[in-house]
């Protein structure tokens, strides 16, 4: 089929103009073609674009009445848009988090993902031929009706609303946390002499089938001496992203980093409590202090010490010879828990809370060398493949726990396990096998 530049007819500027050849054609060029890809994909991928089909619609008007190469500026003006709130709402992540995360683009690498790769490349094609089409044709679009375009574009929009916008809704609900709902107060946590560690799981959402969360539970407390723990476990709220857990957690308020770099919200949090009352504070992870800029706020809410990728490389570059991860590629998990057991171990009559993020199974995840879930056999314990794979990653974090739990060298040390926020994944499927707006906890409480 040859498209014609030629003026529009007569009959296109009447009443037929609704569904005339260039109304229809700009309704192509504008609002289907731009969001072809995850039209196509939303039965079975989840990516959050309620306002994106209208952003290309605009694109498209605009690019009518202007120069010719602003309209390819338009068009990847809104795809650089529509990503970022897909990226944005897929991570929850609040839009002022997510324009201060633009200055950590460097640490991490987009690139290390075949679906990010892919995905980026489909885009680019798709918003460079709109573009091209609408200037092409632009003379015979200038005729066309803005109905059937608008049409497309909010139904895109009303399927999205309908279909996707559930999977994101935030809780409307006062502060709840592990930490409340346990008990481990600043106060309980002192008079009980105990250590606390508090394990925040990178993308550990809610099982919604039981019978998966006592997998998880299971590994926790395999083998453990009888009698020492009590174990307990549930499911929390969360608001926010990874650092909307620390402060949910540590803080016992909905918040996330911005809030503390800009004084916003109280240093009085649960660190600084316990480190007054003689505590040892100390924070592990296995990525850059810079990221969110934890090594500015981290000290002002009370932690001591910061035992990062930085500081662990150079304390003890021998202990860290891998890396894992893929765009967020930082130390193992598995080495890093050696290091927070070693923290354990040392100088027992000191008593310590450590809190330890892990990362290795921040989406898109690389897969675990060990299939200790079974995912690559006949019979895997969890039936959703990528659900399993990532179930692998976080059940290598709950077996380094229990050894923890288990030595008896260290200390009596009270053990919470509890997710950051929902696990970001995109497939429906996938998706289903979590309980949306909460995560999961595990209490090893020690007698």
Request: contains cysteine; proline residues 5%; hydrophobic residues 45%.
């Amino acid at each position: 089929m040859s498209f014609t530049t030629e003026a529009p007819s007569v009959a296109d500027r009447g009443e037929s103009a609704l569904f005339s050849r260039s109304s229809l054609l700009f309704a192509l060029f504008v609002a289907v073609i731009p969001n072809l890809m995850f039209a196509l994909a939303a039965p079975f991928y989840i990516a959050s674009r309620l306002i994106s089909p209208l952003l290309f619609l605009a694109a498209g008007i605009a690019g009518l009445f202007v120069p010719a190469p602003l309209t390819y500026l338009l068009f990847f003006a809104a795809a650089a848009i529509d990503m970022t709130l897909i990226i944005m709402i897929a991570f929850h992540l609040p839009l002022d988090v997510a324009l201060d995360s633009l200055h950590y683009a460097a640490s991490i690498d987009p690139t290390a993902s075949i679906l990010y790769v892919s995905v980026g490349m489909a885009v680019t094609a798709t918003t460079v031929l709109s573009a091209y089409l609408v200037n092409r044709h632009r003379t015979m679009l200038r005729g066309a009706s803005l109905i059937p375009a608008l049409l497309v574009a909010g139904g895109l929009s009303a399927a999205d609303y309908l279909w996707t916008q559930p999977y994101f809704q935030k809780p409307d609900v006062a502060i709840d946390s592990a930490r409340i709902q346990t008990g481990l107060s600043a106060q309980t946590v002192a008079a009980s002499g105990h250590n606390l560690l508090i394990v925040t799981v990178e993308g550990l959402g809610a099982f919604a089938a039981p019978e998966e969360r006592d997998l998880f539970k299971s590994i926790l407390t395999q083998n453990l001496p009888e009698g020492r723990f009590r174990v307990e476990d549930g499911q929390t709220y969360y608001s926010g992203s990874t650092t909307g857990a620390a402060a949910r957690e540590l803080c016992g308020r909905w918040g996330d980093y911005i809030d503390y770099l800009t004084g916003a919200a109280s240093y009085d949090c649960l660190p600084k409590k316990l480190a007054a009352d003689g505590y040892e504070t100390i924070a592990f992870h296995g990525f850059g202090t810079d990221m969110f800029q934890r090594d500015k706020w981290y000290p002002e809410i009370g932690f001591q010490k910061l035992e990062f990728m930085d500081q662990l490389l150079a304390e003890k570059p021998g202990q860290f010879p891998q890396r894992c991860g893929s765009v967020f590629e930082g130390l193992c998990d598995a080495d890093v828990g050696e290091a927070v057991h070693a923290a354990l171990r040392t100088d027992p009559e000191k008593r310590k809370f450590i809190y330890w993020l892990t990362l290795n199974s921040h989406i898109p995840f690389v897969e675990s060398e060990d299939d200790r879930m079974g995912c690559r056999s006949a019979a895997p314990k969890i039936g959703n493949k990528t659900v399993c794979e990532l179930s692998n990653l976080w059940s290598g974090v709950f077996e380094k726990v229990n050894a923890i739990a288990a030595d008896p060298s260290i200390a009596a040390t009270d053990i919470l396990i509890v997710g950051d926020h929902h696990t970001p994944l995109w497939e429906r499927a996938a998706k289903k096998r979590f309980v949306l707006g909460k995560v999961d906890w595990f209490l090893l409480r020690h007698r």
